[in-house]
Nanobody
């Protein structure tokens, strides 16, 4: 089955860090552009970061300098390292590419 499974979310205090994982199954992740998205309550889903097949990365302005997308090819996994988290980063985080459906995501809550 072609899919991503997201994990690594949780409750963290402002200023804290989390690393999200996105494990691919049914395909080889390094052949595709993979993006992280997030959706906060009452808001539309938004782009967070992306990594190309060649390894080039891009990050939304709102997370630039705090979040880093990366990929580990031998684990067929894409990561999102999130540092200096803010309450406004609270959302469900998803990864997706052109061949996968939307998964269940992983909840990130930033609160004191």
């Amino acid at each position: 089955q072609v899919q991503f499974v997201e994990s690594g979310g949780g409750l963290v205090q402002p200023g804290g860090s989390l690393r999200l994982s996105c494990v691919a199954s049914g395909f080889t992740v390094r052949f595709y552009i993979t993006n992280w998205y997030r959706q906060a309550p009452g808001k539309e889903r938004e782009f967070v970061a992306g990594i190309s097949a060649g390894g080039a990365t891009t990050h939304a302005t709102s997370v630039k300098g705090r979040f880093t997308i990366s990929r580990e090819n031998d684990k067929n996994t894409v990561y999102l390292q999130m540092n200096s988290l803010k309450p406004e980063d609270t959302a469900v985080y998803y990864c997706k590419n052109s061949v996968t459906p939307w998964g269940q995501g992983t909840q990130v809550t930033v609160s004191s």
